[in-house]
């Protein structure tokens, strides 16, 4: 069967759709995508009769969905190491001991199981978080590093403490090492507990020398003193950076009065957010025997309203940190709909999992691959939406093998 040329009748988000797209009612006019040698082009559905176009009647249609954020080195550890107590530094002291078990062939079973649940769930583009305990790269760096899916980018970020910056030559010896991992990133752990400006600096001037992207996890944590986001902030206006720079978690943002002030700086240098909203639920305000009052969140509506680039990540799945998950961006939104209070799932919050701009600013919205959801379902997405396949170059891939199948 030859792969298809386009398909007619599908249903795209308002979020991906030019403003003078038609509307039928409320809703959008279904969308014919014609597959064209310089990409993807969209036109409302018409009555003109195409050779070999998927007729998808409806469905849902998105881009493959994004997993911004994952630990693929720790996942699937809970069983034999759990968190002795709630919050976020009891669950790294528990990571700690579970380490010793980290052999490479225990780390590839472990990542290569995140990574087929996540493909069987529509993602195409993973990025993974892996520690390091030291200047130089753990094995999960070389493990991780040799995934491969033909339906799924993999890309790793350096998770360093932030202490192990605080001399020159190790900020640049581990930098090297990054530069070194074909797409690699580099990423630090910085919090009120190990707050060091001069290592932060080092890290900033590191991945500037090494021109490194940089995705931090920074202030997650729901105090007012934390400084991780304000020095960024103040830093970046007085030596703009030549990456891009992702900050994933800023809780203590609710927290702070200058908190949407830091936010506008961080917009004009074009930063990425990314909300983990199941673990900041789990882990902040984690007092034993107390219903938490805090939702843990950084300002998501507030980065939303400023329109400045936001994902939501799963985080962590059945760790330490996290005993629950299932590398499904779907769930994760549910969690974010719940917690953020957020409306149109389908229409605008879908794009929290799925808009490759937040990463990478010049991707293209839409390549020849599509993620439908054949049994449209517009007021129950994104529950009871388990069928879903992805159409790539025009030939569709049942998500479970992977591999290419005949027909829808
Ligand atoms: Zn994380």
New binding site residues.
């Given amino acids: 069967m030859s792969p298809f040329n386009g398909v007619t009748g599908a249903r795209l988000p308002c979020w991906l759709l030019p403003e003078s797209w038609p509307m039928q009612g409320n809703q959008p006019q279904r969308a014919t995508l014609h597959f064209q040698d310089s990409g993807v082009k969209i036109t409302p559905d018409d009555t003109v009769s195409r050779d070999n176009y998927l007729a998808l009647n409806g469905a849902l249609v998105l881009p493959p969905l994004i997993e911004p954020?994952a630990?693929l080195d720790k996942t699937f550890t809970v069983q034999r190491s759990p968190a002795q107590r709630p919050g976020l530094l009891a669950a790294i002291e528990a990571m700690h001991q579970d380490r010793a078990s980290w052999t490479s062939e225990d780390i590839h079973l472990r990542a290569s199981q995140a990574l087929q649940w996540a493909v069987e769930a529509g993602v195409g583009l993973l990025r993974t978080?892996i520690d390091w305990f030291t200047t130089d790269a753990p094995p999960a760096w070389q493990v991780v590093g040799k995934l491969l899916h033909p339906l799924c980018t993999i890309e790793r970020v350096a998770l360093v403490p932030l202490p192990l910056f605080a001399h020159a030559e190790d900020a640049e010896e581990i930098a090297r090492q990054v530069a070194g991992s074909s797409g690699a990133l580099l990423g630090g752990f910085i919090h009120s507990s190990n707050w060091d400006s001069q290592a932060f600096l080092q890290l900033m001037q590191a991945a500037e020398r090494w021109q490194l992207d940089i995705d931090l996890?920074i202030d997650e944590e729901l105090t007012e003193g934390a400084q991780g986001l304000r020095w960024l902030a103040a830093y970046l206006q007085q030596h703009p950076f030549s990456g891009h720079i992702t900050c994933?978690h800023g809780c203590a943002l609710t927290h702070q009065a200058d908190g949407e002030a830091t936010l506008d700086i961080l917009k004009h240098h074009n930063v990425t957010l990314i909300a983990?909203p199941a673990?900041n639920l789990l882990l902040q305000d984690a007092v034993p025997d107390r219903t938490p009052r805090q939702r843990g969140l950084t300002l998501i509506k507030e980065a939303m309203t400023r329109d400045i680039p936001l994902l939501l990540g799963a985080?962590?799945v059945q760790d330490a940190f996290c005993p629950f998950g299932s590398y499904d961006p779907l769930d994760t939104l549910f969690s974010g709909l719940l917690s953020a209070q957020l409306s149109d799932a389908f229409d605008q919050a879908s794009a929290l999992i799925c808009r490759r701009t937040a990463l990478h600013a010049n991707a293209p919205v839409f390549t020849h691959d599509l993620l439908i959801f054949p049994d449209a379902d517009l007021a129950s997405w994104p529950l009871r939406q388990r069928q879903r396949y992805r159409l790539v170059n025009g030939v569709v891939h049942s998500l479970s093998a992977g591999e290419p199948v005949d027909g829808a």
């Fill in positions: 954020h630990h978080h996890h994933s983990l673990t985080d962590n």
